[in-house]
């Protein structure tokens, strides 16, 4: 990231961030627009370890952000609607629902993304999920679209 001349958001004065009890190194930096980006590396899920990374290393869009008034709330709503689980644990400000390979990522309105000093803000998204139905959703009053489609 360094030779490509993108500036790593340093946590405790170091690049890069391990997170115990999600068994996982993170670099967090910002895209050309602004918005942070997270490259997690999940050591749970089994790669290929071949030397320097590059992009082929990038396997999939693990994490969605979506800032809500009331984590609780959305969090019980998402429960039900999609069949996902709380990851590890939440609380009223943060709460990751879904599993390694896809979390949606609850955030309280009044707190920063993490690797950011940047406030979390609503702005329009599209969420697709590949599942064994079709549904299109809008989520409680924000501008979130969550699309189900068939898994093929």
Same mark, same amino acid.
């Given at each position: 990231?360094?030779?490509? +001349?993108?500036? /790593?958001? @340093?946590i405790n004065?170091?690049?890069?961030? *391990?997170?115990? $009890?999600? !068994?996982?190194?993170?670099?967090?930096?910002?895209?050309?627009?602004?918005?942070?980006?997270?490259?997690?590396?999940?050591?749970?899920?089994?790669?290929?370890?071949?030397?320097?990374?590059?992009?082929?290393?990038?396997?999939?869009?693990?994490?969605?952000g979506l800032p809500v008034?009331?984590?609780?709330? +959305?969090?019980? /709503?998402? @429960?039900?609607?999609?069949?996902?689980?709380? *990851?590890?644990? $939440?609380? !009223?400000?943060?709460?990751?629902?879904?599993?390694?390979?896809?979390?949606?990522?609850?955030?309280?309105?009044?707190?920063?993304?993490?690797?950011?000093?940047?406030?979390?803000?609503?702005?329009?998204?599209?969420?697709?999920?590949?599942?064994?139905?079709?549904?299109?959703?809008?989520?409680?009053?924000?501008?979130?679209? /969550?699309?189900?489609?068939?898994?093929?």
């Open positions: 990231m360094k030779n490509k +001349a993108v500036t /790593i958001n @340093q004065g170091i690049d890069h961030y *391990y997170d115990e $009890s999600w !068994n996982c190194h993170s670099i967090y930096f910002y895209d050309p627009l602004g918005n942070i980006v997270e490259f997690i590396a999940r050591h749970a899920i089994p790669g290929i370890e071949h030397g320097d990374f590059n992009s082929q290393d990038i396997k999939n869009i693990s994490e969605i008034e009331d984590v609780q709330q +959305a969090s019980e /709503i998402l @429960q039900k609607k999609y069949n996902v689980g709380v *990851y590890k644990s $939440s609380n !009223n400000v943060f709460a990751p629902l879904g599993n390694e390979e896809g979390l949606f990522i609850l955030s309280g309105l009044n707190r920063n993304w993490a690797g950011s000093i940047k406030k979390v803000k609503v702005f329009p998204l599209i969420v697709d999920i590949y599942n064994n139905i079709e549904r299109n959703d809008s989520f409680l009053s924000y501008p979130y679209t /969550i699309r189900e489609t068939l898994f093929r």
